[in-house]
């Protein structure tokens, strides 16, 4: 379930920790499943106009899978950071990506010194910091001059039935939660993002849709894939008793029922990708 960041009732502090907490959850699994956004990886770094020599922060950057696939992409004399609120998954990322440097970082108070980086990357990142204009402006701090900015977000929910049949299914199954959260869904207008990032002070902006195909052979493999990278969710559907979480396992066929395919599911989800540069 999700709310807005206007809500009166929103705690911004309270949220990052459960977030923090969901990921940090969900670590180990993370990195397996994030391969059903192998193509959108590719769509963001090619967005980013990567070349050898770069310095690149990956920005809630997870277990290190986009941040590893932009280092070959800035070689030879290029360093890729991988920025990450929860210790976890920067865990799991030196482990399995010892070639990239990791740092701890919050998006909205990053430890990086003013004009670091030639790049920074965010993927499926921004809608997930209580202050989104924080965060933009904070990006575009470490930027070099002439520094470019590629982040991806959800499109609005009835493009993204990758997330939405779940957050469908929890809504009509479970009583209203009793924490406020943001909505991800709230920058998936390209004329909001636009607004964002040149509030933020960032120019040659432009934002575009990709689209994410994925496929699932039962709503069993459907709703495992949505816990793995679930983020602050995580928790607290962890923590419902056994029988409601074989519920909604279950019972998220409901909402894919349109999405039927054969044997099986087929999804087609929306990101925009925006890019913008900082003058």
Known sequence: MTTSSTTLDF???????????????????YAAASLLRAKLHDALLDAAALTGG??????????GTLGQAALPRVS?????????????MLAESRRLHPGILHAAADAEHMPFSDGRFDRVLCGLGLMFFPDEALALSEMRRVL??????????????AHVPLVECALA?????????????????RLGDPERMTALLAAAGFEGIHVEACELPSSFK???EFWQAFLDLAGGAAGSLGRLPSATQDELRTGVAQELAPYASGEGYQLTSRVLIATAERP
């Open 11 to 29: 705690d911004r502090q309270r949220f990052k920790q459960l977030e923090r907490a969901g990921y940090n959850l969900i670590a180990a699994r």
């Open 144 to 157: 070099k001059p002439g520094g470019r900015l590629a982040v991806s977000v959800w499109a609005d929910a």
């Open 218 to 220: 039962t709503a069993e």
């Open 169 to 185: 299914c929890m809504r009509r199954l479970l009583p209203a939660p009793k924490v406020a959260r943001l909505s991800i869904f």
């Open 54 to 63: 770069l310095e690149v922060l990956d920005l809630a950057s997870g277990p």
């Open 76 to 88: 030879p004399g290029g360093r890729v950071v991988a920025g990450d609120l929860a210790e976890a």
